[in-house]
């Protein structure tokens, strides 16, 4: 009994300190590592973890982490469920009518196909992308056969038992996955996208401006490309690149 | 409100780099994450506990009021059974909670902010001020995944219950008419001959219906993600799928495995459910003017 009541008093009052600060809850899929994945803990971990906690951080704001289904990400966000969107999602115009974008963290990074063998046909054949994705609009435009899956694992898994010639996704998240060994890239890479942002209601400027100064002060200190390079490898497109910029 | 990070269970697990074999499937099978999985067995337990007396409730009351000789209940009782039915479940599970959630926050909006001027919804963002938010935005993670909960329960019990009704609308009806005429030649009143003639007969005629229901039911909890909820599905889903050296257990796909695990836990669910069944079938057909009931009588004799 004395447990709950310490608890509950606990709770209580950190209700009341969460208040006078304001919580964000930050929305992400948690299965797209290493942009964010659920660790062996439980816990979403990954590098819009990592990016998330800092922006929270610089901000002054405390945030919260939720996990929610890709396919509903956008509803849930706009229905008021969480305050931002943050999962690896590219900045694009169709998405931009729904969603505020806050300024790309992630400069655009290409897209690329990866297959169990070098000769798989990424024009003609069956290619496997995640719903509602970018690369899944352009597998459509190549004139492949598009086979989509709710998550990015079971579009690898599809290439792994032969259900799709090829997998395209970013790039980023591929790499791994060819570093396992039984899978290759193949074709050119495909330039996607605007770069990855963080979204928000359109009826929420005040957080988008607060979240902005917070990712212009990690690109101005250099800790937002320490952390690209951490989680993508030394070969990660960084901003201040050529080809960075918004 | 920070939640302690779940540490592994053993010392040993620390570094699950430098395990192999047995020890590494020790502490594999014991992180944080597959405590979350054995967790969500539970959940999925506790949701039908809760869902099947609620639907039965559901249910009981659609039949009654589809049977009310007062006509606009009539109308009512029937329309829901004919709509739900008719309606697939996927959409309503989609439907329902938000609908329910943003009728609520927008209920509590005009009572505790009347002074907002700025409209609900702008384009398609659905903004209410945050005292009106449910749960608030603050609340811990806990009242969030309780609400979530609290809504799946009363989506499958609306949805399950229009099942319901009509199977008890018809078992109410397989009541041998002279049963309830003997009643009223006793002088009972319909509401007495009702509940103490009808209501206690009609259930050995309704148990089939409804363990058809009950077992739909212990398998529709999939459906329990589309409102955030996590069940055993998700959990194999997630922890089966391939894990690159980006985690602590990296291994190849082992969904096959973590499907077969959910296929003996819902077979063994099964199994027993049919047990039970079994049991409340013999004890409803004792003195009952039916097939059952009369073998059990003569074989006593």
């Known amino acids: 009994m004395n447990k709950l009541i310490l608890g509950t008093a606990a709770l209580a009052l950190s209700a009341g300190m969460a208040l006078a600060q304001d919580v964000v809850r930050l929305g992400t899929e948690g299965a797209y590592p290493p942009y964010n994945f659920i660790n062996d803990n439980g816990e979403v971990d990954g590098f819009e973890r990592e990016l998330g906690d800092e922006l929270c951080a610089r901000a002054e704001l405390t945030c919260e982490w939720v996990t929610n289904d890709w396919d509903s990400i956008i509803p849930n966000l706009v229905s008021g469920n969480y305050d931002a969107i943050i999962a690896g999602m590219s900045i694009t115009p169709e998405r931009d009518a729904v969603v505020d974008f806050s300024e790309a963290y992630v400069p655009p990074t290409p897209s690329a196909y990866a297959a169990t063998s070098e000769d798989a046909d990424i024009e003609g054949g069956v290619v496997a992308a995640q719903t509602g994705t970018i690369q899944a609009n352009h597998v459509v435009d190549t004139g492949a056969t598009l086979l989509e899956f709710p998550t990015p694992d079971e579009t690898v898994a599809a290439v792994r038992n032969g259900e799709a010639d090829a997998v395209i996704a970013d790039k980023d998240f591929l790499v791994p996955v060819v570093a396992e060994g039984d899978m290759i890239f193949v074709g050119e890479d495909v330039p996607l996208g605007n770069g990855i942002g963080m979204a928000f209601r359109e009826s929420d400027p005040d957080l988008k401006t607060k979240v902005d100064a917070a990712i212009q002060s990690m690109k101005a200190d250099g800790t937002l490309n320490d952390m690209i390079r951490k989680w993508f490898g030394d070969e990660a497109l960084v901003w201040g690149d050529a080809e960075g910029g918004n | ?301």
């Open chain 2, 1 to 301: 409100m920070s939640v302690p990070a779940a540490s592994a269970m053993f010392a040993s697990c620390a570094d699950p780099g430098t395990l192999d074999g047995l020890s590494w499937l020790a502490c594999y099978l014991t992180s944080g994450k597959h405590m979350a999985f054995y967790a969500a067995f539970g959940t999925v337990l506790l949701l039908l506990a809760i869902t099947a007396p609620v639907a039965l409730l559901f249910g009981f009351g659609g039949a009654m009021a589809a049977r009310s000789r007062f006509w606009p209940l009539q109308w009512l009782g029937r329309a829901y059974t004919a709509m739900v039915r008719g309606v697939p479940d996927i959409v309503f599970f989609l439907f329902v909670p938000i609908a329910l959630d943003q009728g609520i926050e927008w209920l509590r909006h005009q009572v505790k902010c009347p002074d907002w001027t700025e409209p609900v919804r702008r384009g398609s963002d659905f903004v209410v001020c945050a005292e009106a938010k449910l749960p608030l935005s603050t609340s811990a993670q806990w009242v969030h995944e309780s609400y979530g909960f609290a809504l799946a329960v009363l989506a499958f019990a609306v949805v399950f219950g229009a099942f319901a009704a009509n199977v008890l609308y018809g078992a109410m009806r397989a009541v041998p008419r002279a049963q309830i005429e003997t009643a009223e030649a006793y002088g009972m009143t319909p509401r007495q001959s009702f509940w103490r003639i009808l209501v206690p007969q009609m259930w050995v005629y309704a148990l089939p219906g409804l363990s058809n229901l009950w077992m739909i039911l212990i398998k529709a909890t999939p459906l329990l993600f589309l409102l955030g909820v996590e069940d055993i599905v998700y959990w194999a889903r997630e922890l089966g799928g391939s894990k690159t050296q980006i985690y602590d257990y990296p291994h190849p796909d082992w969904r096959l495995y973590y499907f077969l695990g959910l296929l003996v836990f819902y077979l063994a669910l099964t199994r027993v459910s049919e047990a039970v069944l079994g049991r409340v079938t013999v004890r409803l057909s004792r003195g009952q003017a039916t097939l059952a009931g009369e073998s059990q009588r003569k074989a006593t004799q």
